[in-house]
């Protein structure tokens, strides 16, 4: 449920994002946009050419710019739904993380993988998901709304 609307979520119309601080979700459309993107939810220059490129080669599995990635996860908002929003040429497949959001996936990469300073799993890959990986380079930096709850940009 929104905060906002008190509206149940429904993942095919609805988007929503999570705010961290006050741990609860909001539909896109009961938020503000933030109009200009905060430095801090934006990739780097080199990063977003690294990112650009791997979108525009077609996005080949042997290729994924690591350190382009890092960035993009970790500005990652934890976003969920818009299902029906969806173009299904460029996502074959729905992924649970359109439905669950993208904290899980964001949290193994951030949290465990690179915390724990161990190799990244060998099945890495299949384990963020192929959509997963280039939806986030693809759509670095996504529009941010400001939190009606504390105003961070979510
Ligand atoms: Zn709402
Ligand atoms: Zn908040």
């Known amino acids: 449920?929104?905060?906002?609307?008190?509206?149940?979520?429904g993942p095919d119309e609805h988007?929503?994002?999570f705010c961290q601080e006050c741990h609860v979700w909001y539909h896109i459309h009961c938020m503000d946009k933030i109009l200009k993107t905060?430095?801090?939810?934006?990739l780097s220059q080199e990063n977003a050419e690294l990112a650009e490129a791997?979108?525009?080669?077609?996005c080949l599995s042997s290729d994924v710019?690591?350190?382009?990635?890092?960035?993009a996860i970790r500005i990652l908002p934890i976003l969920r739904g818009n299902i029906a929003g969806v173009i299904e040429s460029d996502y074959p497949l729905i992924d649970r993380w359109r439905i669950t959001g993208t904290g899980e996936r964001r949290?193994?990469?951030l949290n465990v993988w690179m915390r724990e300073e161990v190799a990244l799993p060998c099945d890495w890959m299949k384990q963020l998901?192929?959509?997963?990986?280039?939806?986030t380079l693809a759509y670095s930096?996504?529009?941010r709304y400001s939190c009606p709850g504390c105003g961070s940009a979510i």
């Open 54 to 58: 791997w979108v525009k080669q077609g």
């Open 15 to 17: 988007e929503q994002r």
């Open 129 to 135: 998901g192929h959509g997963f990986i280039r939806f």
């Open 107 to 109: 949290e193994a990469w």
């Open 65 to 71: 710019p690591l350190d382009a990635l890092h960035e």
């Open 1 to 9: 449920m929104c905060r906002e609307c008190a509206e149940n979520y």
């Open 141 to 143: 930096p996504l529009t």
């Open 38 to 42: 905060p430095s801090s939810c934006r």
